[in-house]
Every structure is written in structure tokens, then in C-alpha cells.
T-cell receptor
Framework: EADIYQTPRYLVIGTGKKITLECSQTMGHDKMYWYQQDPGMELHLIHYSYGVNSTEKGDLSSESTVSRIRTEHFPLTLESARPSHTSQYLC????????????FGPGTRLTVL | QKEVEQDPGPLSVPEGAIVSLNCTYSNSAFQYFMWYRQYSRKGPELLMYTYSSGNKEDGRFTAQVDKSSKYISLFIRDSQPSDSATYLCAMSKPRGSTLGRLYFGRGTQLTVWP
């Protein structure tokens, strides 16, 4: 079983609030990813990181930001939450040389009122 | 046109049935093909991984890739209620080009009833 954790699992918050979704992995993986998943839709890559101090935007335009100060930690921040941010956010990681095999966390279900 | 197409279902079958799940894709650059299984309120977990064309078997699961038709399949034999989940296909391009980015289908929701 993959050792990748996300907190909180569920979050209901009002419009305009700043939120940070946490993601940590204990596998020492270099690569980490954030995906957005809506019911019945594809997973969309919103951010990824190749290692410490390396972050890139993904395919889906996102108002969120990420940081990678430590290998094991890849938090995602929304400065001002809006109802359009309501979604499931999944964090994943992969090891060097096995980039296709991604291990996913349990996800954070975000609802913005 | 989406790069990966997958019928979202839902698909409902009786226990013991053979299940066939499929995806098509448009980009011939894809070379690595995966199936992920996602239980309700959980993250996806890797189920099968294949490279290029051919078959791969793992217990009750068989993954097939037909690159000439740009078509991949996952077969589940003797399906069990515990197989009830959403199955997502995913694929990636040669590792040197995209550094591990996966392209996912929408997922097919499967229910196996006793």
C-alpha cells in the first residue's frame, strides 16, 4: 500500500477563504502531482514537481499555487476559494525511473459555498 | 477531440460474469498503458501496466493493447462484488518526452451484484 497522505479528507468552506490542501509521502519519491477530479470526468493535471524547488503548471488552468520545499511535502494553496473550485483534489507521486507508475493519496473533497 | 476516450458506463453485471472495459486513443505517441482502479472515496490504485502492443495477465485480470487500432482493453474473469469500482485507463508517451505525465480516460463505473 502506498504511503501518501492527504489532509483534510473533506473541507467545506466559504467563498473568499484561503485554503491549503496538504499532501505528504514517505516513499522518497522525487515526482509529485496534483490532479482535479470531477464526477464522471477525466483526472486533470493541475500542478507537478520534479523535485525540491521545482514546480510546473499542468494542463488545466488553475488559480491554485504549489510549493516543494521538502521532498516529502507538496501542498496546494488557493488564495481565495470560489464555488468553481468545488471538486476532488488528488495528490500522487512517482519514483525516479518509474514515472508512469503513480501512487495516489485518498483525495480531498473540497466544497466552496 | 480528447486524446483518451472511455465509456463512463455505468456497467452492472452479475457475479461470475466476464467484464470487458475499453478505451480508445488518438495519439500514436502513447506507448505505456495502465489501468487504475478507484473505489468510492479513495484514490486510484494501479491495477495493470503494459508496454506497447500485446497481452498481460495477472490473476483474473487481462490487459490487451492493440496499437494498430489505438484500442486497449481490460478483461475481468469471474467477477466478484469486490471488483465494484471505477476503472480508469491511463497512458503515457516515451519517458524522455513528457517525464511521466499520464493521460486519463473518464473512468467506467462497474457494479458486480451477488
Amino acid at each position: 500500500e502506498a504511503d501518501i497522505y492527504q489532509t483534510p479528507r473533506y473541507l467545506v468552506i466559504g467563498t473568499g477563504k484561503k485554503i491549503t490542501l496538504e499532501c505528504s509521502q514517505t516513499m522518497g519519491h522525487d515526482k509529485m502531482y496534483w490532479y482535479q477530479q470531477d464526477p464522471g470526468m477525466e483526472l486533470h493535471l493541475i500542478h507537478y514537481s520534479y523535485g525540491v524547488n521545482s514546480t510546473e503548471k499542468g494542463d488545466l488552468s488553475s488559480e491554485s499555487t504549489v510549493s516543494r520545499i521538502r521532498t516529502e511535502h507538496f501542498p496546494l494553496t488557493l488564495e481565495s476559494a470560489r464555488p468553481s473550485h468545488t471538486s476532488q483534489y488528488l495528490c500522487a507521486s512517482s519514483e525516479r525511473g518509474r514515472l508512469d507508475t503513480q501512487y495516489f493519496g485518498p483525495g480531498t473533497r473540497l466544497t466552496v459555498l | 477531440q480528447k486524446e483518451v476516450e472511455q465509456d463512463p458506463g455505468p456497467l452492472s453485471v452479475p457475479e461470475g460474469a466476464i467484464v470487458s472495459l475499453n478505451c480508445t486513443y488518438s495519439n500514436s505517441a502513447f506507448q505505456y498503458f495502465m489501468w487504475y482502479r478507484q473505489y468510492s472515496r479513495k484514490g486510484p490504485e494501479l491495477l495493470m501496466y503494459t508496454y506497447s502492443s500485446g497481452n498481460k495477465e495477472d490473476g483474473r485480470f487481462t490487459a490487451q493493447v492493440d496499437k494498430s487500432s489505438k484500442y486497449i482493453s481490460l478483461f475481468i474473469r469471474d467477477s466478484q462484488p469486490s471488483d465494484s469500482a471505477t476503472y480508469l485507463c491511463a497512458m503515457s508517451k516515451p519517458r524522455g518526452s513528457t517525464l511521466g505525465r499520464l493521460y486519463f480516460g473518464r473512468g467506467t463505473q462497474l457494479t458486480v451484484w451477488p
